[in-house]
């Protein structure tokens, strides 16, 4: 009898067992697993990033100057914005959605296997995310961002997101230091699976984080505690030539893997070189001449386009162009048709503006203008000089190779070495320490963020208050937007379709909710 018993108990737990694993299997959802391998998770975070910095930059751009709208009072012209829009806010989404949840479930992936690089590199990307952020919005929520038990959230205060970029990067040196130290690779097979920047090279990763690390020193550069030195420590811990630029791989095959600056995705045709950058590249800022001269700055044909008479035009915010019923002067869209310029592996376009162009996120020649401008206000000019040259060098050589498809340095060669050499020696690049000035650095910087850089180039502007004695070309709108009451932008309002759906009360506590609130000055500006 208790033999009976002991076998109907065995079968009903077999059966009870069985029926679970069968419950549990069609309960569970494949397109939403809980667990994901960390290198399934990387390259939408990297998208992400890319997405977000494209996807804002075309508004960024126009506060900053860089281009405008071919037509006149565009509001993004006039240093306004559009209410009830998402314009302006991708940088957000990126934070809390592309990086959001794929960072922690990676990182739960990464450290349960021991995949150190891995977890150092989400720890990198998501310091770049708060970087950007804090940079863009000011107010961000970092304490109570991925609580699940809430709807709501309450925004740190800037200097907290600032600080988290600081301990996110540390973490992130920890884990990669960590992942080389586990078993002696530089480059990992098995972080290459997701890593669609640098092909799993761990210490171009730690480069990337020192870059991130100087970034967020010089942009504290108004304030008391400003540590010029420490810019520079970061800085030569980071990239030292243009192949370890931070710059993410576009397929180009179809849309959703081209480039967003590129021919398939149109994004360049309502846009117009700004006035500013034409007189940057066409030497009449740097030399003081009225005059255009159209080959002072090898840079000027791959970066901007001519009317068709042959003449470089910009655009003057928020007057659009006054030529376009003028096919012959009428200002062309900045990409051209094609490149002009013809070059093996160039592609059909110029600069970065082919489908399979990579996405770029920060370069040698912007890390060493941090490193220039910090050693310019410590008073040590001759570094200062150093630095500056490095980065004007790499700034045209960038603009010659340009990075495309699998090559973070491309193929092209569009600038002659002897071009290069005369723009060099030439009365646009200062040729000693004791002549450099800020506005040197500055401009020369603003040249070599075009396009892929605006945030940057908007937070230069910003700490420097749009000061024209050093952006020497830009021109404060006549007609500014009309909630400014005459005020300037300073910030990106937060993205409408989470913060001002569902947060109210918490945009309410920051300003946000004011008409001006765009024109209020960030924190990280501020003494």
């Not at 975070?45 to 900053?64: C, E, H, P, V």
């Not at 020192?210 to 420590?233: C, E, G, M, P």
């Not at 050693?375 to 990075?403: E, I």
């Amino acid at each position: 009898m208790k033999k009976t018993i002991y076998a109907i108990t065995a079968m009903l737990t077999l059966s009870f067992a069985s029926s679970c694993k069968k419950y549990i299997d069609i309960n569970t959802n494949p397109n939403a697993p809980t667990a994901v391998d960390a290198s399934t998770l990387l390259p939408p975070m990297l998208a992400g990033m890319t997405r977000g910095n494209w996807f804002d930059s075309r508004y960024i751009g126009q506060y900053a100057q860089i281009w405008g709208s071919s037509s006149a009072n565009n509001v993004w012209d006039q240093e306004g914005y559009v209410p009830g829009s998402d314009n302006g806010g991708e940088m957000w989404r990126t934070v809390y959605f592309s990086i959001g949840q794929n960072a922690i479930l990676g990182l739960q992936d990464a450290m349960a296997t021991k995949k150190y690089d891995y977890v150092g590199v989400i720890w990198a990307i998501r310091a770049w995310g708060w970087q950007n952020g804090a940079d863009l919005y000011n107010n961000m929520i970092v304490k109570e961002a991925y609580d699940p038990t809430k709807l709501t959230f309450d925004y740190d205060s800037p200097d907290v997101v600032y600080a988290e970029v600081v301990k996110d990067c540390q973490i992130a040196l920890n884990y990669l230091n960590l992942a080389i130290k586990t078993d002696n690779l530089t480059i990992s097979p098995t972080l290459a699976k997701g890593d669609y920047m640098y092909a799993g090279d761990r210490e171009r990763w730690k480069k990337f984080v020192y870059a991130i690390l100087a970034q967020n020193a010089l942009h504290l550069s108004n304030k008391a505690t400003f540590n010029a030195d420490n810019v520079r420590k970061y800085v030569d811990s980071s990239f030292t030539k243009n192949d370890e630029n931070a710059t993410i791989q576009n397929t180009g095959s179809q849309s959703g893997d081209s480039n967003f600056w590129g021919p398939t995705r149109v994004n360049l045709p309502s846009f117009r070189q700004s006035d500013y950058m034409v007189k940057l590249l066409d030497g009449r800022i740097f030399t003081g001449s009225s005059t255009q001269n159209t080959t002072i700055d090898p840079r000027l044909p791959l970066l901007l386009a001519a009317s068709k008479d042959g003449v470089y035009r910009g655009v003057v915010a928020p007057l659009g162009d006054p030529n376009s019923a003028d096919a012959n002067t009428l200002i062309p869209n900045m990409a051209g048709a094609k490149s002009d310029i013809s070059s093996p592996g160039a592609g059909t376009q110029k600069y970065i503006f082919n489908d399979n162009s990579r996405g770029v996120l920060m370069t040698y020649a912007e890390t060493q203008f941090f490193a220039a401008e910090a050693m310019f206000k410590k008073g040590d000019k001759t570094a200062a000089y150093n630095y500056y040259k490095n980065a004007v060098t790499a700034s045209l050589d960038f603009a010659s190779n340009p990075p495309v498809g699998t090559a973070v340095v491309g193929p092209q060669n569009y600038i002659l070495p002897a071009a290069k050499t005369a723009y060099l020696s030439g009365p646009c690049v200062k040729q000693s320490a004791a002549t450099l000035q800020l506005s040197d650095i500055l401009q020369q910087k603003f040249i070599s963020l075009f396009v892929w850089g605006a945030p940057e180039a908007w937070s230069d502007m910003r700490r420097y208050q749009y000061d024209t004695n050093i952006f020497q070309g830009y021109v404060k709108p006549a007609n500014i937007y009309p909630d400014n009451a005459g005020k300037q932008v300073y910030l990106l309002r937060p993205r409408y379709n989470s913060e001002y759906i569902w947060n109210i009360p918490a945009l309410k506590s920051i300003g946000a909710t004011n008409a001006d609130y765009h024109t209020t000055k960030p924190w990280f500006i501020l003494p």
